[in-house]
């Protein structure tokens, strides 16, 4: 079964920082690229990050810019988000999210978050 | 910033009605490859998003045949033509033209 399972998660005070995993299971991690999804409590979603396959390219929310840092090890199937200067409103379940592929023609992909993880859960307090 | 209005908010169905949700964008999502760049997700009652219709109108895989996407530039709409009860939970619509971004959500129930 293709799985995604995420941990780490846990109370930390404001200024803090964590480190959160996301492991892998049933596909070729490295043909695809990764995202991190957050959902503070009783609230949407809201995107965090995107790495591509090989972690050359990373992406962030302006939220979260210049204190989040995403990564991944290919040989480890596993995607990071390293988190510094923790604040109350960073709390949220985090998510990882693969990232599937269309083709459209012309060397142009459509990148769509296919398969999920069940979340860990961070509390900045 | 591109922003998603959804509408509704809340929408109470009967079991084997249609349902219908709306989302807005302040910008159009169309690319130049002729493609909006528009999903739909639903989340389940303690469970996570789950990936329904890509591109506005492609059903993912596994996707019951019920659940429909269209639209085009900044107005699209996600159908449902019978609605089970386990299609509760709420419903966000994603763009990924601009980074990306959701829409507020429209919360399911049944009546």
């Known amino acids: 079964d293709v799985q995604l399972v995420e941990s780490g998660g846990t109370l930390v005070q404001p200024g803090g920082s964590l480190r959160l995993s996301c492991a892998a299971s049933?596909?070729?991690?490295?043909?695809?690229?990764l995202n991190w999804v957050r959902q503070a409590p009783g609230k949407g979603l809201e995107w965090v990050s995107s790495?591509?396959?090989?972690?050359?390219?990373?992406y962030y929310a302006d939220s979260v810019r210049g204190r989040f840092t995403i990564s991944r090890d290919n040989a480890r199937d596993s995607l990071y988000l390293q988190m510094n200067s923790l604040r109350a409103d960073d709390t949220a379940v985090y998510y990882c999210a693969r990232r599937g592929a269309a083709s459209l023609g012309n060397y142009y992909y459509y990148y769509y978050m296919d398969v999920w993880g069940k979340g860990t859960t961070v509390t900045v307090s | 910033d591109i922003v998603l209005t959804q509408s509704p908010l809340s929408l109470p169905v009967t079991p084997g009605e249609p349902a219908s949700i709306s989302c807005r964008s302040s910008q159009s999502l169309l690319h130049t490859t002729g493609h909006n760049y528009l999903d739909w997700f639903l989340q389940r009652p303690g469970q996570s998003p789950q990936l329904l219709i890509y591109l506005a109108s492609n059903r993912a895989s596994g996707v019951p045949d019920r659940f429909s996407g269209s639209g085009s530039g900044t107005e699209f709409t996600l159908e449902i033509s019978r609605v089970e009860p386990e299609d509760v939970g709420v419903y966000y619509c994603m763009q990924a033209l601009q980074s990306c971004t959701f829409g507020q959500g429209t919360r399911l129930e049944i009546k």
């Open positions: 049933g596909f070729t991690f490295s043909d695809h690229s």
């Open positions: 790495i591509s396959e090989t972690g050359t390219y990373t």
